[in-house]
């Protein structure tokens, strides 16, 4: 087995163990994308997830509750001061819709078909048709995704590839701040997340948020390109034009034998690439290439989510990265490893940089989808 034959055997076998490494490490990828601080001030929302907070006041019909550790069936009414908890819940208009809670009270009146009675203190659970009126501050955040209870517009869902999951939904009304800047919307506002609500008053933080056809994005571009991008272009042009007059032939043998490494190098970063670039639309839309298990409308629209701002970051982030980085090895005969480590630069770019600029690549992308609303 010759040199160039060795180098590449053993960089096939380390890339594989550090694939294996790198994904036990990091199970869930590594956070790139961050939430945004959003503040809300009005009632014109929707959010469905899980929910916990206190209530003035249950209905409750079609029920079967184990409250005390004794069985109920029927209508059930509850009134007095209690907290509870749902991880499958609706929120709207100052109430709460839910299959089921978990409730704890002290000082209740419990009425059903039969009979009236208090209780200083009420333990138990509650199945059934359930609505609460809610007193005091709630709180929004992931539950158990049940796609029966609609938050948002039917054509709405039809066309948007998310987890219904802590999601929220708002009207086109009420006062909206995004990172502490007051924003103006006239038709909705969407966005996944979780928060807390009390008096009007909504404190969250989320992902993916849309407004009015388009979504959110404070990047500072030259035209539609952001600048970083732009930046990164300049270099790599300047560069590649310098080392068209600067080529050297001083490590051609050097070259010639760690080809087999540069290649097996950049297809290691491009796994890693895919593999983070999953977990962070896992992150931020709620889904994974797991949940992709029959091809519907909903599926399609999702892969297509996933590979095509993918390949525009490839395109406008990865390819001009690899062109800087072979650039500067041209000038010095290592053609081969600069290809090489250029690609591998390149994927890693475009999953940092291309998460972090993921809303301008979904406006690139996604954003006439969401123009169809109206």
Known sequence: MGKTST????????????????????????????????????????????????????YSINSSAILNNMSIEGKILVNGSFVFVSYSALFVAEKIFTKEIEIHGKNCWVTTDNNSTFYESIDGKIKGEILIEIEGEIKLMEGMENKSIEVVPESFIK???????????????????????EKNFSKYVFFRGEGKYNKNRLNASGYLLAIDGKFYDDEKKIYFIPLKIFALWVVAIALFIISSFLKKNIFIEKDEMFAGFSAIMWLLFFGISIYLWSCEMERIFGLSLMDVKKITIGSLLFLSLFIVPYLVAVGIIGFPAKVAVA???????????????????????????GISLISSLLNLTLSPLLRLLG
């Open 7 to 58: 180098v590449t055997f053993i960089s096939i076998v380390a890339s594989i163990i550090a694939f294996s490494i790198f994904i036990s490490a990091f199970p869930e990828g590594i956070k790139i994308s961050s939430p945004l601080d959003i503040k809300y001030e009005g009632r014109d929302f929707k959010f469905y997830g899980g929910i916990e907070g206190e209530g003035s006041k249950l």
């Open 327 to 353: 650039a500067i090895f041209e000038m010095i005969g290592l053609s081969n490893v600069g290809k090489g480590i250029g690609r591998a630069i390149g994927f890693s770019l475009t999953t940092f940089w």
């Open 159 to 181: 066309i948007f590839p998310a987890k219904f999951n802590k999601i929220f939904f708002i009207n086109g009304s009420g006062k909206i701040e995004i990172e502490g800047e």
